[in-house]
């Protein structure tokens, strides 16, 4: 199952990004890049990506979410995981990605108190 990449609006101001399948090396892959830096450059700062739907996620899968969240932090956004199950969260725990990620159960929660950034904030999540 290759991967399928749709967005929807979450009042007041988040984009859920929901990706589905398998997330590996390849186009796809930097088409979710494209995708978070044309939302970021749309002015939607605030992203949470829905990865329940995610089978597989390989290295360079891991490095396209990595890439994903420190765009989104330099241009003063923020990033959250969402929905990681089975063997994605526990590739997340193994490699420790889970410790500087903000991981949350569904997007409901990740939702839930997604902070504004100020001037002078050092991190946005």
Known sequence: MELRVSTRHVDPDITVVELAGR???GAEGRGVETLVKELLHQNRKKIV????GVEYIDSAG???I???VST??????????????DKVLRL???TRMDTF????????VA???????QPGDKKLF
């Open 23 to 25: 997330i590996k090396i």
């Open 49 to 52: 990506f829905d990865i329940a």
């Open 62 to 64: 891991m490095g396209t």
């Open 66 to 68: 990595a890439q994903c």
């Open 72 to 85: 989104a932090i330099q241009a003063d956004g923020g990033l959250r995981i969402a929905g990681a199950k």
């Open 92 to 94: 997340f725990q193994m």
């Open 101 to 108: 990620l903000d991981c949350y159960p569904t997007v409901e």
């Open 111 to 117: 939702c839930q108190n997604f902070p504004s950034r």
